[in-house]
């Protein structure tokens, strides 16, 4: 079992950065995907990065070139820099960790963090 607790979620003008933490206790955190992925106005969770085991990367589209993730195992964390953020970027930003092992699936969510972009 991991446990997931975001933090960094504020409110920020347009323009600005935010820097969004997850903290993993729990499970082998460094056996898992972790990713982040938001809910905003539409109230559907889109995938936003994703890093692997290996520390591969994918961004969503919308995000490319503004959004990095990383990860840091030995401290069970997962990062979101933010930069260059748009009201487009407001929303509830929810850390995942995933992973399958011997044909099942474990999947975690934390609680979520608002960010809020708003002149």
């Known amino acids: 079992q991991v446990r997931l607790v975001e933090s960094g979620g504020d409110l920020v003008q347009p323009g600005g950065s935010l820097r969004l933490s997850c903290a993993a206790s729990g499970s082998i955190f460094s056996g898992y995907e972790v990713g982040w992925h938001r809910q905003g106005s539409r109230q559907e969770r889109d995938m936003v990065a994703i890093i692997t085991i290996d520390g591969r990367t994918n961004y969503a589209d919308f995000v490319k070139g503004r959004f990095t993730i990383s990860r840091d195992n030995a401290k069970n964390m997962v990062y979101l820099q933010m930069n260059s953020l748009t009201p487009e970027d407001t929303g509830v930003y929810y850390c995942?960790?995933?992973?399958?092992?011997?044909?099942?699936?474990?999947?975690?969510w934390g609680q979520g963090t608002q960010v809020t972009v708003s002149s």
């Open positions: 995942n960790a995933n992973k399958i092992r011997l044909g099942r699936l474990y999947d975690y």
